[in-house]
């Protein structure tokens, strides 16, 4: 019999212990048939039917899909299979031992409460057909058909038990091979935001800094000349040359710009954040006059945003939290307030997947900006980054 559906209580057989099953009930059935025979019992005939009758009923069952598909199909079966085996035990005492295969079928296909009173009513015909072909009752006559069932019973049972426990330890498998994909998925997306963000920092750093610079002391170089010097043309030409330099350094840094900045400002992408928080209600606002910010202090306050959300979500237990973004004369500030439980600073873990406070200051530390929290049990956390903003090139 293969494997029952999802819908059926049953545990599914491997092919050994069906074979083993079949060859057990076949083998008794033949012994009985064969004892029959060489006792030359007076109604061996009726003895060598009846054990052809339940075999011909136990193979039907067997091969018919229906058994197998169905619960209703399946007791039907059994039931047609134990009026044969009791005709079995009429003529035959041998039918006694067919009673032990009967209780496997039954656990097997029947619901737990439905196939122990089943074992219970077999054992119990299995004690009465044996009674009636005795003369002087004996002990093992009630213990062993009471005996083989409680043993099938407990087989079952554990048998099930072990099934159980091996699906249980396959589907943790499963998940735990799904989440190393995911996880590697995600690692691998990290990796390449965070040499995107490299890149266009070293660019902005580097490049476009030094260009800028040229382009100062090319324009100063050429207030000093005087108009008519033969040297002017070629400083203008390197200044403009510079400049063009300088623009398409700066549209390296904007396409190198994370997802969540390429369609709009940092605030845009901010509100787009605490607008899809799960659990607490995030409020964003603005305060100051907006300005355009390099993309490398775009990416460090949009990650630390996250990063901040994200604690709030996992360990605040907060209802509310709100982020407030200030535009100041020299510099930009960061708040991140919530509600929740809280914690004592000092205490706080070193990292934390990479949303930890220590990953958050380098962000803000290695664009000379000052991190700071403010927290206390009970009384909800306060983070706050500022960073300076660099002086623009004119």
């Known amino acids: ?112 409460r439905w196939g122990v009173a089943a ?28 005996l083989g069932g409680a043993v099938a019973v407990a087989t079952v049972l554990g048998y099930q038990a072990l099934y159980r426990e091996s699906e249980r330890r396959r589907e943790l ?53 005087p108009e008519d010097a033969p040297a002017a043309e070629h400083i203008a030409r390197a200044r403009e040359a510079a400049q063009e330099n300088l623009a398409e350094a700066r549209r390296f840094v904007r396409a190198l710009t994370p997802p969540d900045l390429e ?11 605490c607008s899809g928080v799960p659990g607490p209600r995030v409020r964003f606002s603005v305060s100051g006059a907006p300005r355009v910010l390099p993309t490398p202090y775009e990416v460090a306050l949009l990650r630390i945003a996250q990063s901040a959300l994200a604690n709030v979500v996992r360990h605040a237990g907060a209802g509310r939290a709100e982020i407030t973004l200030t535009f100041m004369e020299a510099s930009v500030t960061l708040d991140v307030v919530d509600d929740g439980r809280g914690f004592e600073p000092s205490s706080a873990p070193s990292g934390d997947g990479g949303f930890g406070l220590p990953a958050m200051r380098a962000r803000a530390e290695t664009l000379g900006g000052l991190f700071t929290v403010e927290s206390d049990p009970g009384q909800g956390t306060a983070v706050a980054v500022t960073l300076p903003l660099p002086v623009e090139a004119p």
Request: net charge positive; glycine share 10%.
């Open 1 to 112: 019999m293969s494997a029952p559906p999802r819908t059926r209580p049953l545990t599914p057989v491997s092919r050994v212990l069906r074979l083993c099953l079949h060859a057990l009930l076949l083998g008794l059935l033949a012994l009985a048939a064969g004892r029959a025979v060489t006792d030359s019992a007076p109604g061996a005939g009726w003895v060598i039917g009846a054990c052809a009758l339940v075999a011909c009923v136990y193979a039907a069952g067997v091969r018919a899909p229906v058994v197998r598909r169905s619960p209703r199909g399946g007791a039907l079966w059994l039931a047609a299979l134990g009026l044969a085996w009791a005709g079995l035990l009429v003529v035959s005492p041998e039918g006694l031992w067919i009673a032990f295969p009967l209780y496997f079928l039954e656990l097997h296909l029947l619901r737990l």
């Open 119 to 146: 074992v219970a009513v077999t054992a119990c015909a299995a004690i009465g057909g044996f009674l009636a072909h005795s003369d002087a009752p004996t002990p093992g006559a009630f213990l062993g058909p009471l």
């Open 173 to 225: 498998i499963e998940e735990l091979i799904a989440t190393r994909a995911e996880l590697a998925v995600a690692e691998r997306g990290a990796g390449i935001l965070a040499e995107r963000e490299r890149l266009a920092r070293e660019i902005h750093d580097t490049l476009a800094q030094g260009l800028s610079s040229i382009q100062l002391l090319l324009r100063a170089a050429e207030r000093t000349l």
């Open 263 to 273: 369609h709009g400002s940092l605030a845009g992408a901010l509100e787009r954040l």
